[in-house]
């Protein structure tokens, strides 16, 4: 039986390390987080975008709620700071979602239409969740990449290294 433990772990690291991710980039000039550095998003705001961009997709998906405007390669904010609240609030929105999951929901099939290939696909939701989860950590770590070319340190990214674990192991 799946049950949601892993979810909610990943949806804590998920928020922490945008947090921290955003942190960083907030000291980086606005021309240098949107210039082109050769990443499939380009720059590192597309990139950001483009995470946010992936957890819409896929939160809109599960709870069944049709989120206009959305097109994959477009950045849904121009503005960093409208940009970092929305992802604020989309975290926020992810963690108690993971909260609430339950083994009976994660064990169904979840039927979805791609919007990379206008395919209709059905697999096990707990592997569509996995997957929404594996997607924010490979974009970050494309993410942690640009932020070193660009001279800053995004610091420690493990799972270990969570405030509540930091806390639990008395450190």
Known sequence: ??????????????????????????????????????????????????????????????TGQTIDGLTMGLDLYEDFHELRRAREEMDKHILKWAMELTPDWLARPFQFTSKVDNRTRTLPTWALVSHMFNHQT????????????????????????LPRFEDE???
Not at 39 to 51: D, E, P, V, W
Not at 138 to 161: A, C, E, F, N
């Open 1 to 62: 039986m799946i049950d949601n433990t892993h979810y909610v772990l990943m949806a804590e690291y998920n928020q922490w390390m945008n947090n921290k991710l955003y942190a960083v980039c907030a000291s980086i000039p606005d021309r240098d987080r949107k210039r082109d550095l050769g990443a499939f998003f380009k720059s590192i705001h597309g990139t950001l975008n483009h995470l946010l961009y992936g957890d819409k997709a896929w939160m809109g998906r599960f």
């Open 138 to 161: 490979h974009h970050r770590g494309q993410l942690t990449t640009l932020i070193r070319q660009l001279g800053r340190d995004p610091g420690v990214t493990d799972i270990p290294w």
């Open 169 to 171: 192991a008395g450190n």
